[in-house]
């Protein structure tokens, strides 16, 4: 699933808290939105905000010190012909930044074309990496998956496995041993780039995990602020499988490391059985971290295949 258009009335009222900006011009068309085509066609949110520049339409066009200069400076009727062809343009919003003021001019094009027109004392740097950052996760392919997601040593790890298995029980105790949770039952899932899937709680279930016989806990409530996170890079699946399951349809030892594709996107995973007696948070975290060491280049199964190899043929050599 992939989000597909986003209104100048949502971008405004979304990055509201950190750009800390104006509606000053074009309130007569707030539902003005990105031209699709542009959309669909652009390599990442980097194309879609940028400084004024007029070989890039359909983008949301910031002006900042420079470009008021530039406007400013030039004789009226220069002026008046640069800001006319911003209406070709036809961006989305317009945005001026650095603390300036746009010239009245502007303001006036702005109103006539309803092109919505917002006003930040922050710098023009600040506002292009808030909104191309909003923008990359809104137009971003997503999922969701069930499971529970976790913050694990620094890495973000999807635990999942049918229904009944005790996943939940297993992110309390993860929890209880200083872990984060960022979302159970349900992790919506962003591909934000090529090869990067970010996970996000739902806002219905933030901060919330369910154990069965106990209900709802308030995971932030009890075990304070540093107990949950809000968003984790989605870097190793730990799938929890019955041990009769275990026995009959996977390796004990795999060759080479497992991985299972998300939006297109793959992902490290490990398998674990669940028996009686198995203390699965100590095995959840030595997946994590033998997958910490994979991704350094550590590989230990490779490391004792060739430590094998050695000794087969050392008595090899002995034996001649």
């Not at 074009?26 to 699709?36: I, L, Q, S, T, V």
């Not at 107990?227 to 730990?238: E, G, H, Q, S, W």
Request: net charge negative; aromatic share 6%; hydrophobic share 45%.
């Amino acid at each position: 699933m992939k989000a597909t258009v986003v209104s100048a009335e949502a971008l405004f009222d979304a990055n509201r808290g950190p750009l800390q900006w104006e509606w000053i011009a074009g309130h007569a068309y707030p539902e003005r939105r990105f031209d699709e085509v542009a959309v669909r066609d652009a390599q990442s949110a980097a194309d879609l905000v940028g400084y004024l520049n007029y070989l890039h339409p359909y983008r949301v066009q910031i002006v900042g010190r420079r470009e008021v200069a530039y406007l400013e400076e030039a004789s009226p009727e220069d002026q008046a012909r640069r800001i006319s062809r911003i209406v070709t343009l036809e961006p989305p919003a317009l945005v001026v930044a650095d603390a300036q003021t746009p010239p009245d001019r502007l303001v006036a094009m702005c109103e006539r074309a309803d092109i919505p027109l917002f006003v930040t004392q922050e710098s023009a740097g600040f506002a292009i990496d808030v909104l191309r950052s909003y923008l990359a996760l809104h137009f971003a392919d997503r999922t969701t998956r069930h499971g529970v997601f976790m913050d694990i040593l620094g890495l973000g790890v999807l635990l999942t496995g049918e229904s009944g298995l005790g996943k939940s029980e297993l992110g309390l105790e993860l929890i209880s041993r200083g872990h984060g949770l960022v979302a159970d039952d349900a992790v919506d899932i962003y591909r934000i780039s090529q090869g990067a899937l970010e996970g996000r709680c739902p806002e219905l279930l933030m901060n919330l995990l369910e154990v069965r016989g106990i209900g709802l806990l308030d995971i932030k409530a009890i075990f304070g602020e540093t107990a949950v996170r809000r968003k984790m890079r989605v870097k190793l699946i730990v799938h929890l499988v019955r041990k009769e399951t275990m026995e009959r349809e996977f390796e004990r030892l795999p060759y080479e490391p497992l991985y299972e594709e998300i939006l297109d996107v793959p992902v490290r995973k490990a398998i674990i059985a669940v028996d009686a007696g198995r203390n699965l948070a100590v095995l959840v975290e030595a997946a994590v971290r033998n997958t910490i060491l994979q991704l350094r280049g550590i590989d230990t199964y490779k490391e004792f295949v060739a430590r094998h190899q050695a000794a087969m043929e050392r008595n090899d050599d002995n034996t001649g």
